[in-house]
């Protein structure tokens, strides 16, 4: 095995490191004031709002820190009988769904055969959604099915929820899809 002199001094620092700590914790020294002291500088001067959990349906509890306005840090709520202060993987990223560079802040459309993203407004682009709609459901709209049972269905369009919404949105979401006569429905909180 070829072991670079990086490697070495990583694995040898490491684990050093990991052994003083060990020894430390082996002796009796108390580490908790010392992790209390770094988190409580974490979050200094932080206001702290509890909220929940916007993806699966357990609703863990959260409590957001903001300092002058930003949210500076999201955590678990201790206090939760649902969590205890432990998030999932994706409850721990709630953060990124907040403040994220990357995260598209204005409507772009892609036209067919087009290479490039064009910004449209918001209204435009919920009349375009709003006309595909209609023109799909219009065309393989099933009122009856050939045995002459009742059926107000389309086949033709597929609705998914999303788990960063609250139940409300998806109720309302259900209560829409379904009045178009759309029948396959799911959530991505199930997926």
Sequence with gaps: MDVSRRHFLR???GTGGGMALAGLAGSGVNLGPLVAQAQDLRIKNAKVTPSICPYCSVGCATLIHTVDGQIVNIEGDPR???NEGTLCPKGAAIFQLHVNPNRPTQVLHRAPG???WEVWDLERAMNRVAELVKKTRDETF???LPNGKLANMTPAI???GG???EIEFN???QKLMRGLGVVAIENQARI
């Design 171 to 173: 109720h309302i979401h």
């Design 142 to 144: 099933i009122e009856k």
């Design 80 to 82: 939760s009988p649902h």
């Design 158 to 160: 597929f609705a998914l």
């Design 163 to 165: 788990a960063t919404l």
């Design 114 to 116: 087009a290479t490039e």
């Design 11 to 13: 694995f040898s620092l």
